[in-house]
């Protein structure tokens, strides 16, 4: 069963670090572009950064742009968000994808890992 496994969550100062991973099984990564998305509590989920097949082009939401990095080893089968210069607002579950921005199309989606920035 093509499934998706996030990693990496947890709680962090504002201003510091964080690293997520994504592992698929049952399914090819390297045949989807991926995404991040993340939710707030009482706020919808929002697509926040995107990667090509090859990994040769991204996307991010002008939110996170400069402080969030995505990248993606299609041979460990596995995505990675790198998080830098967390602020409180960045606080939310995160979910990765295997698509971009249109939801309603995405065939596999992770559980969710939580991130929590606070101090």
């Known amino acids: 069963q093509p499934q998706l496994v996030e990693s990496g969550g947890g709680l962090v100062q504002p201003g510091g670090s964080l690293r997520l991973s994504c592992a698929a099984s049952?399914?090819?990564?390297?045949?989807?572009?991926m995404g991040w998305f993340r939710q707030a509590p009482g706020k919808e989920r929002e697509g926040i950064s995107c990667?090509?097949?090859?990994?040769?082009?991204?996307h991010y939401v002008e939110s996170v742009k400069g402080r969030f990095t995505i990248s993606r080893d299609n041979v460990k089968n596995t995505v990675y968000l790198q998080m830098n210069s967390l602020k409180p607002d960045d606080t939310a579950i995160y979910y990765c994808?295997?698509?971009?921005?249109?939801?309603?199309?995405?065939?596999?989606w992770g559980q969710g890992t939580q991130v929590t920035v606070s101090s």
């Open positions: 994808a295997a698509g971009c921005w249109r939801v309603e199309v995405i065939p596999y």
């Open positions: 990667i090509s097949i090859s990994g040769n082009i991204t």
């Open positions: 049952g399914f090819t990564l390297a045949h989807h572009a």
